[in-house]
């Protein structure tokens, strides 16, 4: 079990724990007050005092439970030496707990209000193997030294995150290693789906709006469940420079960031290159805020 992982829950046999019961040989022997000698009946045998050894329903726990995992041991022990370090933040534990123990059914439930080409875009854009990798994505981090410094960070979804909650944005070696150390525990504990979930409701995109559904009600007055996929590829657009890149400071800048998205989702096989192609040339339409407070469109 991992430094990490709660404590079990023993099942106390008589259900409620202020009336713990003892395994004897022969329940119920004594109908009246216990004798002198009740601590070596059975041939000598000692009894410890009653509520010292309460019964365990032992069938609870499978053959599996009790492996020493060293590897989750050596993982989980880093997240204490890092915060003892000050690498991580003091209320690590607290961040850590909120990520990890989010409901399943939460992150499949707001997952299924999105439309497929926003989920398509931003994976296409940030993190094509994010289904398929550990957290960590050997194949994007070569990319990016080859292609440096015009090939991207190379890091992933889960990566971007883990820097998102517990570190900075500050550009040292010892950031990107904790990052990815990180990256690997999380993916060993929840699933994908709640990986992505905490990315989209929790990442920058620009002029203070954190989370895609904040970003697409801002930049265009609708929530995502209406996006185009030229929209969603516009927001997809905007992750990696939020401030830089977002429609509202510099729309053709932006514009090429979407044909960017726009390509890297034809090479994942998401959309034709036609269909790329006609977003591509068509305006965008944002919305604005006029002079009487009023939310107008502008294209």
């Given at each position: 079990m991992s430094l990490l992982s709660p404590a079990p829950c023993l099942p106390i046999a008589g259900g409620q724990p202020n009336r713990l019961r003892i395994a004897t040989a022969a329940p119920g022997r004594f109908s009246g007050p216990a004798p002198a000698n009740h601590r070596r009946i059975n041939q000598g045998c000692y009894l410890p005092p009653r509520c010292a050894l309460p019964l365990i329903d032992h069938s609870r726990f499978s053959a599996n439970s009790a492996a020493f995992d060293p590897i989750s041991f050596l993982l989980d022990g880093s997240i204490t030496l890092f915060t003892f370090l000050r690498v991580l933040p003091p209320d690590c534990r607290t961040r850590w707990q909120q990520l990890v123990e989010l409901p399943e059914e939460k992150a499949d439930a707001w997952l299924a209000?999105?439309?497929i080409h926003l989920i398509q875009a931003v994976t296409?854009?940030?993190?094509?193997?994010f289904f398929s990798h550990i957290g960590v994505d050997p194949y994007g981090i070569a990319r990016a030294v080859v292609h440096f410094p015009n090939g991207g960070g190379g890091s992933t979804i889960t990566q971007q995150l883990m820097k998102r909650v517990f570190l900075t944005s500050e550009r040292k070696f010892s950031r990107k290693f904790v990052e990815g150390l990180l990256s690997l525990i999380v993916e060993k504990r929840i699933?994908?789906?709640?990986?992505?979930?905490?990315?989209?409701?929790?990442?920058?995109?620009?002029?203070?709006k954190y989370g895609v559904d904040s970003a697409s009600l801002f930049y265009f007055g609708k929530f995502p469940a209406s996006l185009t996929v030229g929209e969603s590829?516009?927001?997809?657009?905007?992750?990696?420079?939020?401030?830089?890149?977002?429609?509202?400071?510099?729309?053709k800048r932006a514009k090429s960031s979407q044909a960017k998205v726009l390509r890297k989702m034809v090479s994942a096989g998401f959309i034709g290159m036609e269909t790329a192609l006609r977003i591509a040339r068509d305006p965008l339409c944002l919305c604005n805020t006029n002079e009487e407070g009023k939310k107008i469109k502008t294209c």
């Open positions: 209000r999105l439309p296409a854009s940030e993190d094509q193997r699933s994908k789906k709640k990986i992505l979930y905490s990315y989209l409701s929790t990442m920058y995109w620009g002029h203070g590829a516009m927001l997809a657009g905007i992750l990696p420079a939020p401030e830089f890149i977002n429609p509202r400071t510099n729309l």
